[in-house]
């Protein structure tokens, strides 16, 4: 198959972006974002629609298989994972290929996600050790667990910027763990930063809920961190 693209290139210390129209025969019909990508770096030779040398083209990856969230990028517009997202799926016309807007740029399609990981370290979302659940905390735990870290969810809030209080639907999953898991005794600082970093700055547009490439049911977590977090100590106060 012929697939075509349109690729907002960026390199290191450039003022201004621009935009290369590539076109590489590829040989399977199944093939990925990820897959052509691949595929244009391993081409030394390729021109682009007006003979330009393509050259190598920046983009983040590690397992491929969805399981990382490292390639994502804005694909026609839309944050989705390259390796999931076969051209197949995305019509005859060239497929634009951009970085995600809310990180800086590094590199054409690469970003710079510090600000999303220094939001968990600041939060301490992690648990220092194991704990044992109970049935009725299995599902909300598991549902967390799955979040790839990928900033898709974050690159469409209308709510979070860089560096501003408020972590983003990236900053929940870990939180909505910890208000699960952790001994009733040690929630109380968790309860405190899922209401000052999460509940107070999410405007509930749930812009985030579609656009997970994991699938998770950002709304079911969302309604349960509230409620043991904000609501039922309000309803104590």
């Not at 399609?109 to 109970?134: G, I, K, P």
Request: charged share 30%; hydrophobic share 40%.
């Amino acid at each position: 198959m012929k697939a075509r693209f349109e690729i907002l290139r960026h390199r290191r210390g450039a003022a201004e972006s621009r935009w290369q129209r590539v076109e590489i025969e590829l040989p399977d019909e199944n093939a990925t974002v990820a897959t052509a990508l691949a595929a244009i770096n391993a081409r030394p030779d390729l021109k682009d629609a007006e003979g330009a040398p393509v050259g190598h083209v920046a983009w983040d990856c590690s397992c491929l298989q969805k399981k990382c969230g490292a390639c994502a990028m804005r694909i026609d517009g839309v944050p989705r994972l390259a390796c999931d997202t076969r051209l197949s799926e995305l019509g005859a016309g060239p497929v634009r290929l951009e970085p995600l807007k809310k990180f800086p740029v590094v590199e054409d399609l690469v970003v710079d996600r510090t600000a999303m990981f220094d939001n968990l370290r600041q939060l301490h979302s992690w648990l220092d050790r194991e704990v044992r659940l109970r049935e009725d905390q299995v599902d909300v735990a598991y549902e967390a667990s799955r979040c790839l870290q990928c900033g898709c969810c974050l690159e469409v809030c209308p709510n979070f910027m860089p560096g501003e209080r408020f972590a983003g639907t990236a900053a929940l999953p870990p939180l909505a763990r910890l208000i699960e898991e952790l001994a009733p005794s040690k929630k109380e600082e968790v309860y405190r930063l899922y209401t000052r970093r999460v509940y107070e700055g999410c405007g509930k547009s749930l812009a985030c809920r579609n656009i997970c490439p994991a699938g998770i049911d950002v709304e079911k977590l969302l309604v349960n961190s509230n409620a043991i977090a904000v609501w039922k100590r309000m309803g104590k106060r």
